[in-house]
């Protein structure tokens, strides 16, 4: 097909210079290991060089890049040791629930780490341009596997039906995941960011 009147042209050579760093930023930010970034990103252009011939044109080749770098980063997690990831998320969900909840279970409404409501002020800090890089501090403090969920569900909206496919969780998993993320980045937000 590459052969057609009709094919788009793609020219690999520019790819480093016109789409190297947002997808190394795009990888940093998700693997949080800058060597780690930089080798998913040139697998990314060795399997976008393979597959060329396949690039239909319906998206702009960055966009076509970045879903082979989604892939690539998915695929690095499935690989590595799956119980590393659980137990560092079990310990994860063994300190929330230590700080947030009674001996019996229960939520303790006196514990100060509660979720309050944000006052003005703390409200007007969140359109600041320093907020997304507190954001991304906290963001890393997440366990590897919790902040990849969190990343592909909120930040990149990918469907969470595909979400628990690639991580091989169930919904009420997901949506626990989602939970304790958000609950773990709004407390780091609120401590380290949004002080009155």
Same mark, same amino acid.
């Given at each position: ?67 082979? !770098? ?107 995941? !989602? ?18």
């Amino acid at each position: 097909m590459p052969d057609s009147p009709d094919a788009p042209t793609i020219d690999p050579s520019t790819w480093i210079d016109e789409y190297g760093d947002a997808l190394y930023r795009f990888a940093l930010f998700r693997v949080n290991n800058a060597a780690l970034a930089e080798d998913l990103v040139q697998d990314t252009f060795l399997a976008g060089m393979k597959a060329k011939e396949r690039f239909s044109g319906r998206a702009s080749v960055k966009t076509w890049l970045t879903g082979i !770098l989604k892939n690539k980063i998915i695929d690095h997690y499935r690989k590595k040791d799956r119980m590393r990831s659980m137990t560092e998320m079990a310990n994860f969900y063994e300190k929330e629930e230590a700080e947030l909840f009674s001996e019996d279970g229960h939520w303790d409404y006196n514990n100060p780490g509660i979720p309050k409501e944000w006052s003005p002020v703390q409200v007007e800090k969140l359109d600041r341009s320093e907020f997304m890089q507190h954001f991304h501090k906290c963001a890393k403090k997440l366990p590897e596997r919790v902040r990849q969920v969190y990343i592909m569900r909120e930040i990149d909206g990918t469907p969470s039906p595909e979400i628990c496919e690639k991580f091989d969780i169930t919904p009420q998993n997901l949506w626990t995941i !989602l939970h304790r993320a958000r609950m773990a980045l709004r407390g780091c937000l609120e401590e380290n960011f949004l002080t009155d």
